[in-house]
């Protein structure tokens, strides 16, 4: 499966963005049966969990860090997922990926993935 996500740029303190995750590919069935999530990596940091949503979208997690500011929601039809970043801060600069678990619930770790996206860019400037 081949995910590519989309929606980054440049914005401003406290403005919003949203993000895309688009799945496609032979093996693209398998993903609306599988958990999917947002990570983030920082220059010199690690990748980090961001938001995971359950395979119908009954469940979701986030990480502290971005609860309550950034929803996570699906479109199985579509086999997308998005990411409503809103408030944004200059600690939320970082390539985006999305991904794909290998179960129908989110984890907040990176083994718990399958499948990557190649990434997309936020930068919010202050």
């Known amino acids: 499966v081949q995910l590519q996500a989309s929606g980054g740029g440049l914005v401003q303190v406290g403005e919003s963005l949203r993000l895309s995750c688009a799945a496609s590919?032979?093996?693209?069935?398998?993903?609306?049966?599988?958990?999917m999530g947002w990570f983030r990596q920082a220059p010199g940091k690690e990748r980090e969990f961001v938001a995971g949503?359950?395979?119908?979208?009954?469940?979701?997690s986030y990480s502290n860090s971005v609860k309550g500011r950034f929803t996570i929601s699906r479109d199985r039809a579509k086999n997308t997922i998005y990411l409503q970043m809103n408030s944004l801060k200059p600690d939320d600069t970082a390539v985006y990926y999305c991904?794909?678990?290998?179960?129908?619930?989110?984890?907040?770790?990176?083994?718990?993935?399958?499948?990557w996206g190649q990434g997309t860019q936020v930068t919010v400037s202050s």
């Open positions: 590919g032979r093996t693209v069935s398998t993903v609306s049966n599988n958990g």
């Open positions: 991904a794909v678990a290998r179960s129908a619930v989110p984890s907040s770790a990176n083994n718990s993935y399958r499948s």
């Open positions: 949503i359950s395979w119908n979208g009954g469940i979701t």
